[in-house]
C-alpha cells in the first residue's frame, strides 16, 4: 500500500509583483488549513511557505529536500500547490520542474480562486495529477482517492465555518513569528501574529451585493460564525501551543450580520462567552475585516471588548459615485473613524481607485486623503491606494468580458483569450487589463488617474504615523 506525504506549499509573488503588505506580518493560513483537512484525513504534512525559506534557501532546494527524504522513508511525495493570482506563473513552472525530476515518484497539484474559472487551462496540463475547485474540506478526500479533477464547494449553512489551521510541521514557524515579533504598528509592538477564519460567507455581501472587485466563492452565502467555544479553544492554542499574541482573522467580514439590533446582541453574548472563557483580561489581540456599517456608538464598545485592536475597514471609494460604483455603503468616514478612536480602536483602510471615476472626484482625491490624514493620522496605522484590479470571476471582471465582445474590443479580448489558455494573468497582462478597463469604460485617462494615485500615495507615505501601500510598490512599516 502507497502511504502519502503531502506537503503544501504557497509560493511568493511572481517578478514585477510586489508582496502585499500583510504577507509580511504573518504565516500564510491557507496552506495550514491544508494541513489541517489532511491530517484529520490521516496524511499528515508539511507547510512550506515561500515568504519565509531563511536565508540562501530557495523554494526548489528545500522541496527537493523534502521529497529525497520521504522518499527515503518509503512514502510517496504528493505537492499541492495554492495558485493565486500573483503566484500563479512561478508556482506551475516550479511544479513543472519537480515532475520533470521526478516523474511517477511523485504527485503534484493545485487549488485556488484561478481554477474556477478556467479549469480547462490546467486540465490540459500534462504534469499536474491533480486539480481541485473548490473547498479543500470537500476536494481534497478525492485528491488522495486519486482523482485527477474534483469538484466541490461547501454551502455556507451546512458547516459551522472553514477547517481551522493546524501550523504543525510548519517551516520556519518560530523564525517568521520572531521576526514579525520586531515589528511595529503605531502603538503596537511584539506582534507575534496567527490567522484563523471564523466566518463562512460575508455580511455584506448577503445583505446587499458581492462588491465589484470581488472573485471569492460563496461569500454571498448566509454568514455563519464558527461554534464560539471552538473559536476560543483555538485562539488559546494559538497563544500556548505557538506563542502568538495576536490574531488576523481573515473572515471577509467579522460580524456575521449588518442589522444594528442584532449586531449588539450578537457582540453582548460574544464578549460575555469570551470573558467566560478567558476572564475579563485574557485573550489575543485581534486585526479584524469589518464594514463601515459594522462601526456604531453601539458597537464600537463591543468591539473593543471583544479584543478588536485594529479593524480592516474598506472604504474603497472616497466620495458617493466611486462608493455606489463598487456597491458599497454610504456612511460619513470620519464619523467612522471618530467613533474608532472614541473607543480605542486602530485602523487600516485603502482606497480603490478605479470604477466611479471622473476628473472632478480624482482631483478631489489627494486632498481627501489629506484631510483625513491630518485630522484621524494617529490611529490609522495603513492606507493602501490600489488601482482596480480586474480580478478573474469577479463580477467585473466578467461584465467586462461581455462588453469587450459587444463592442469587438480587440485588445481586450486578446487578454481574455490569453487568460483561457495560460489559466492565470502575468503581471504585466493584468495591469494592461486594469488599464484597458479605465479607458474603454471609465470618463478618465488613465494617466491621469495613475497620477492622481501617486500624488495620494506621496501624501500617505509623508505621514508620521500611517505606513502606505500598493499592489505594485509594495509597503513599509513605521
Aim: hydrophobic share 40%; net charge neutral; aromatic share 12%.
Amino acid at each position: 500500500m502507497i502511504k502519502i506525504s503531502p506537503i503544501f506549499f504557497h509560493g511568493n509573488p511572481g517578478e514585477g509583483m510586489a508582496e502585499r503588505f500583510e504577507t509580511k506580518m504573518m504565516p500564510n493560513s491557507s496552506i495550514a488549513v491544508l494541513n489541517n483537512i489532511s491530517s484529520a484525513l490521516g496524511y499528515p504534512g508539511v507547510c512550506v511557505d515561500e515568504g519565509y525559506l531563511g536565508v540562501g534557501n530557495t523554494a526548489l532546494g528545500v522541496l527537493i529536500s523534502l521529497i529525497e527524504e520521504r522518499l527515503r522513508l518509503g512514502f510517496q511525495p504528493v505537492i499541492l500547490a495554492t495558485i493565486l493570482i500573483y503566484n500563479a506563473q512561478t508556482t506551475l513552472s516550479l511544479l513543472e520542474q519537480l515532475k520533470r525530476l521526478y516523474q511517477g515518484r511523485i504527485k503534484v497539484g493545485v487549488g485556488g480562486q484561478l481554477i474556477r474559472v478556467c479549469p480547462s487551462a490546467y486540465l490540459s496540463r500534462d504534469y499536474l495529477d491533480y486539480i481541485a475547485v473548490g473547498d479543500a474540506e470537500e476536494t481534497l478526500r478525492k485528491v488522495y482517492a486519486g482523482d485527477r479533477f474534483s469538484n466541490g464547494y461547501v454551502e455556507g449553512a451546512s458547516k459551522d465555518s472553514y477547517a481551522l489551521p493546524n501550523y504543525d510541521n510548519y517551516l520556519a514557524l518560530a523564525e517568521r513569528l520572531e521576526e514579525t515579533s520586531s515589528y511595529r504598528m503605531g502603538p503596537f509592538t511584539n506582534i507575534r501574529q496567527l490567522t484563523m477564519e471564523s466566518v463562512r460567507g460575508c455580511a455584506w455581501a448577503y445583505a446587499n451585493q458581492v462588491c465589484d472587485m470581488c472573485s471569492l466563492q460563496g461569500v454571498d452565502l448566509k454568514p455563519v460564525f464558527r461554534n464560539l467555544a471552538e473559536h476560543f479553544w483555538f485562539e488559546r492554542q494559538m497563544a500556548d501551543r505557538w506563542g502568538a499574541t495576536w490574531c488576523f482573522d481573515v473572515s471577509n467580514q467579522w460580524l456575521p450580520t449588518l442589522r444594528p439590533g442584532e449586531m449588539v446582541s450578537w457582540l453582548s453574548n460574544y464578549c460575555q462567552e469570551r470573558e467566560n472563557y478567558f476572564g475579563k483580561e485574557g485573550g489575543l489581540s485581534k486585526f479584524v475585516y469589518l464594514t463601515a456599517n459594522s462601526i456604531n456608538p453601539e458597537t464600537a464598545p463591543l468591539l473593543k471588548r471583544a479584543g478588536i485592536r485594529i479593524a480592516y475597514i474598506g472604504f474603497d471609494g472616497w466620495d458617493k459615485r466611486t462608493r455606489l460604483a463598487l456597491h458599497k455603503p454610504q456612511p460619513s468616514i470620519r464619523r467612522v473613524l471618530q467613533i474608532c478612536r472614541d473607543n480605542g480602536i486602530h485602523v487600516k483602510t485603502g482606497l480603490v481607485i478605479g470604477n466611479g471615476v471622473t476628473d472632478s472626484n480624482l482631483g478631489e482625491l489627494p486632498d481627501f486623503v489629506q484631510d483625513v490624514l491630518a485630522e484621524f493620522g494617529d490611529i490609522i496605522r495603513a492606507w493602501g491606494n490600489f488601482v482596480q484590479i480586474i480580478l478573474p470571476g469577479s463580477p467585473v471582471f466578467e461584465r467586462f468580458k461581455h462588453q469587450a465582445t459587444k463592442n469587438k474590443w480587440a485588445e481586450v479580448l486578446a487578454l481574455y483569450r490569453k487568460f483561457e489558455e495560460d489559466g492565470y494573468f502575468v503581471w504585466s497582462d493584468q495591469s494592461r487589463l486594469n488599464r484597458l478597463f479605465i479607458e474603454h469604460t471609465q470618463p478618465v485617462s488613465y494617466d491621469r488617474l495613475i497620477q492622481a494615485r501617486d500624488k495620494t500615495e506621496k501624501i500617505v507615505a509623508a505621514s508620521p504615523h500611517t505606513s502606505g501601500v500598493t499592489i505594485e510598490h509594495g509597503g513599509v512599516f513605521k
